[in-house]
């Protein structure tokens, strides 16, 4: 039997949700119910305009409560990422890269481009990390490069042939205009083009990075938001044991 | 009225000022015996060279080019040569400049005649940046006491200046006091400057001088419904800091992130470069009566914003020397921090609140820049919205001076029209119903706060005094800043260094120190 889910606002299967939007319309009694009509629109119901303030002479912001018939079958629903895999620890990396690979992993990364956030790649590499999860450069038995930001794709693979890289990451935080599909699939088209894609476990990484879209671009794997250094690294040195990488 | 709270000893702060003094000293000396590509650039910008090459070249990167090999003497006198050599008008000469009439061809006639038209022309640009200073200064008159304090500064980011106009205006009319147009990411790292009005940009749009134009006009506009003055901001950090700051000064900006050595750390940026460059932008920023925003802010992006607070206090020091070295007022250094600690340590907000104090305290008179939280921002924008709220608390509780909005969305997307409005709303919020809470409020004199910021003006001292010891630039390559390390000979820019030879000649120069103070 479907195991239908809907959001849950004080009573199961309510429907309630909460939203916020604004529209290019001067505050009144007319954006008020423009602002009612158009959440039904949307296919809810029981729409509820509960603020309306302007922001211009031709804005309105409104926070709006509504509720929602619609529900989707949880047993078909897959995650970007198996949850029941959790990461190794610190130690556990360290400890498995010994036993099994038996010498340092070489893991080399870079926001590219244009993109000047260093923060993703700092918050995976950087030895003191993210959120009390130590980086990279903090792991005995990985060698970490973090180029830094605005590095050009051929740098970055060029750096990583020098240096022997057993994994390249690819940090993009800047997605307007979809600047980081452009840049992810250029990396691994210069990759194809010199032969060397199988050469190096890929990684792209940021905070609108899925494993799907990673997976679709061509890497081995991508990781978004709330992702830290132990996840990056599990995925490496599993996977380089797993197809015999040493 | 800054209000004793911390009971700082007066002569430690002394100190540090004292060791700013020489850490800075010997980067000086060099700064005074050089010129850079983008300074001659400047000059010329600020002797009336404009316009730009089928091509994008601007004029002024068409003559430095031309003239590598004369740098030493500085580009003025050879533009002016030009101008006396060919008869020409100047709208004239610079439209064959861009299409491709090579100045350095022509042999130096009469120097000094040259050197008398090059101050000459100088001089007329010097007085547009006098009636815009003048300008400004009857606003701010005009509209005195409608400004919020802190100032709150609000960014806006599409690309295209014509949508940025839209948002800013409706962020000024919600209630901002400061719009700064964030530019296209990577414009930095171009030696030159785009020219004209711009559509297209990633995170940000380009700063040329029509945008600049075009967004201060929309700015008047609401100002002049408003009846308060809205600064308009942009940033000079970058290869073209120099050029900036004249754009700046020509189309009246109020405010420009101009910091002495985030471009080194940052942006991989040559550090004799950025040196050189940042000292003649300052100057200019001077002269117009530009606040300059500088950049500590970032160093906590990098480092963590709890043990490397003193690194914060440190730059805070030798950007106010730098700052002074080029002739700018204390009004006018808007020295930059942040509320950037994990909000999981217990007290946090107690420590923010001891640094934004002791920043306060030490530089008094300065309209320190406080930024909000970013690095812990996460998708949660509810709890976001306490973070910035807390933030809002802080910075009003301690009278900070320029306040940038933090977002709920930070992390998430370059701000929604609505992001910006719940950011002024709530800020308004708190801060009106705070608005006396310090003269209510002492901190036990042996108690966390105050103990808090006697740790970080004493780790301060003892950071400044290694940095004396084996000097800035080493300091520099040694990571000792922001945990990055930069090599003294790497990083952009290099070759656009020139030593000034026994004649080198600069009328902007001469007249900008001559008026500062500085000659």
């Known amino acids: 039997m479907a195991h239908i889910i809907r959001p849950y606002g004080d009573t199961m299967d309510d429907g309630k949700v909460q939203l916020s939007f604004s529209l290019p319309v001067p505050a009144g009694s007319r954006a008020l119910e423009a602002a009612r009509r158009i959440a039904l629109a949307w296919g809810f119901h029981e729409a509820e305009v509960v603020h309306m303030a302007p922001m211009s002479d031709e804005f309105t912001f409104f926070v709006v409560y509504a509720a929602t018939q619609h529900g989707i079958d949880w047993d078909t629903v897959e995650g970007d990422r198996d949850d029941s895999e959790k990461p190794m620890t610190m130690d556990e990396i360290n400890a498995f890269i010994r036993a099994h690979i038996g010498r340092k992993v070489v893991v080399v990364g870079a926001c590219t481009g244009f993109d000047a956030h260093t923060v993703g790649i700092d918050a995976i590499m950087n030895m003191k990390g993210y959120n009390h999860h130590y980086g990279l450069e903090r792991y005995e038995m990985i060698e970490a490069h973090n180029l830094g930001a605005q590095v050009p794709n051929e740098t970055l693979i060029d750096y990583a042939e020098a240096h022997n890289a057993d994994a390249i990451l690819v940090s993009q935080v800047v997605t307007q205009k979809n600047s980081h599909v452009h840049n992810l699939t250029e990396f691994i088209e210069l990759l194809e083009a010199k032969g060397e894609r199988g050469r190096f476990i890929c990684i792209a990484g940021g905070p609108r990075i899925s494993n799907k879209l990673a997976a679709k671009i061509g890497f081995d794997a991508g990781f978004g938001h709330g992702t830290y250094a132990e996840d990056v690294a599990t995925f490496i040195v599993k996977k380089m044991v797993q197809e015999g990488r040493k | ?519």
């Not at chain 2, 990098?302 to 490397?308: C, N, V, W």
């Open chain 2, 1 to 519: 009225m800054v209000t004793n709270k911390l009971n700082l000893p007066k002569e430690k702060i002394d100190r540090a000022r004292e060791l700013a003094k020489n850490i800075c000293a010997p980067v000086l000396d060099f700064i005074d015996a050089h010129t850079t590509v983008t300074v001659e650039r400047a000059t010329l910008r600020l002797l009336g060279a404009d316009g730009v090459s089928t091509e994008g070249a601007p004029v002024p990167n068409l003559v430095v080019d031309a003239l590598r090999d004369k740098m030493s003497e500085g580009a003025a006198v050879w533009y002016a040569n030009a101008l006396v050599q060919t008869g020409l008008e100047q709208g004239e000469l610079d439209r064959r400049i861009a299409e491709g009439f090579n100045i350095a061809t022509l042999p130096m006639g009469d120097r000094q005649k040259a050197k008398e038209l090059a101050a000459a022309l100088a001089r007329r640009q010097f007085s547009r940046i006098d009636a815009n200073r003048a300008y400004r200064e009857s606003k701010l008159e005009e509209f005195k006491g409608r400004s919020h304090s802190p100032l709150l500064y609000l960014i806006v980011a599409t690309g295209n200046i014509y949508e940025d106009v839209k948002q800013a205006q409706a962020a000024a009319l919600a209630g901002a006091d400061v719009i700064a147009v964030i530019r296209t990411t990577a414009q930095s790292l171009l030696d030159y400057v785009p020219y004209g009005p711009t559509t297209e940009g990633f995170g940000g749009t380009y700063a040329t001088q029509e945008n600049f134009r075009i967004m201060r006009q929309a700015l008047d506009e609401v100002m002049e419904r408003e009846q308060r003055y809205i600064y308009q901001t942009n940033y000079a950090s970058g290869l073209c800091m120099p050029e900036i700051a004249a754009m700046g000064a020509l189309e009246r900006l109020d405010m420009m992130l101009n910091d002495s050595m985030y471009g080194i750390l940052f942006r991989d940026i040559n550090m004799y470069r950025t040196f050189v460059d940042q000292r003649f932008s300052r100057m200019i920023n001077a002269y117009s009566g530009i606040i300059i925003n500088t950049g500590e802010d970032n160093y906590l992006t990098t480092s963590d914003a709890f043990e490397k607070a003193y690194t914060v206090l440190a730059s805070q020091f030798l950007n106010e020397r730098f700052a002074y070295a080029a002739g700018l007022k204390p009004w006018q250094m808007g020295l930059g921090h942040a509320f950037e600690m994990d909000p999981s340590i217990e007290n946090g907000i107690l420590y923010e609140l001891a640094q934004a104090q002791m920043a306060r305290e030490i530089f008094p008179e300065h309209p320190l820049k406080y930024m909000p939280p970013t690095k812990h921002m996460s998708g949660d924008i509810f709890k976001g919205l306490v973070m910035d709220n807390m933030f809002n608390f802080v910075s009003k509780a301690t009278g900070q001076g320029i306040h940038l909005l933090g977002m709920l969305t930070e992390a998430i997307h370059t701000p929604f029209m609505m992001d910006r409005h719940i950011a002024v709303e709530t800020a308004l919020y708190v801060m009106n119903g705070i608005e006396s809470i310090m003269d209510e409020i002492e901190f036990r004199p042996d108690g966390l706060i105050v103990r808090r910021a006697h740790e970080v003006l004493d780790r301060t001292l003892g950071f400044m005094e290694e940095v004396e010891r084996i000097g800035l630039m080493e300091s520099i390559e040694k990571a000792m800043f922001a945990d990055i390390s930069r090599s003294r000979t790497g990083g952009k820019g290099f070759e656009g260094i020139v030593e000034k030879g026994e004649g080198y000649f600069n009328p902007v120069e001469s007249m900008l120190e001559r008026s500062l103070g500085l000659a």
